[in-house]
């Protein structure tokens, strides 16, 4: 069986789209505005909004740093940054269990979610000039 790391590698990466940390990130942000959209209406310009940005930002970060690739600590910079993000939108997703927003098998489908970008995260820092 291939780990992420070595599926990611057989696969031709042609743009940032093709990278699958970039896939999941992007997917799990829309599924984030789509629970995000049953929150309590007093949460529209916080909780929600906190989500939505913080979960945006992790594939935005890896496009914006796929653009800028040829230079190492620009990239670098991007994918820490999305993994910051990824880091926040956890914490995000714990505060919308703990008001009850989410119920406990969605955060823990999405909080894996996010484990796994952040595995993804970490494997393509360590191991980005292969995609280039």
């Given at each position: 069986?291939?780990?992420?790391?070595?599926?990611?590698?057989?696969?031709?990466?042609?743009?940032?789209?093709?990278?699958?940390?970039?896939?999941?990130?992007?997917?799990?942000?829309?599924?984030?505005?789509?629970?995000?959209?049953?929150?309590?209406?007093?949460?529209?310009?916080?909780?929600?909004?906190?989500?939505?940005?913080?979960?945006?930002?992790?594939?935005?970060?890896?496009?914006?740093?796929?653009?800028?690739?040829?230079?190492?600590?620009?990239?670098?910079?991007?994918?820490?940054?999305?993994?910051?993000?990824?880091?926040?939108?956890?914490?995000?997703?714990?505060?919308?269990?703990?008001?009850?927003?989410?119920?406990?098998?969605?955060?823990?489908?999405?909080?894996?979610?996010?484990?796994?970008?952040?595995?993804?995260?970490?494997?393509?820092?360590k191991r980005w000039k292969t995609y280039d």
């Amino acid at each position: 069986m291939l780990t992420t790391v070595e599926k990611m590698a057989k696969k031709i990466v042609r743009t940032y789209a093709d990278l699958n940390v970039y896939t999941r990130s992007y997917e799990l942000a829309m599924e984030i505005y789509v629970y995000t959209k049953q929150f309590p209406k007093e949460e529209t310009y916080a909780l929600s909004d906190q989500l939505r940005r913080a979960s945006r930002s992790i594939p935005a970060n890896i496009a914006e740093g796929w653009a800028k690739r040829k230079y190492q600590n620009v990239f670098i910079r991007h994918l820490n940054d999305a993994n910051g993000s990824c880091e926040e939108t956890k914490t995000w997703l714990r505060f919308a269990l703990d008001c009850q927003y989410l119920e406990q098998d969605l955060f823990e489908k999405l909080l894996r979610g996010y484990n796994d970008v952040g595995a993804m995260l970490n494997a393509l820092m360590k191991r980005w000039k292969t995609y280039d």
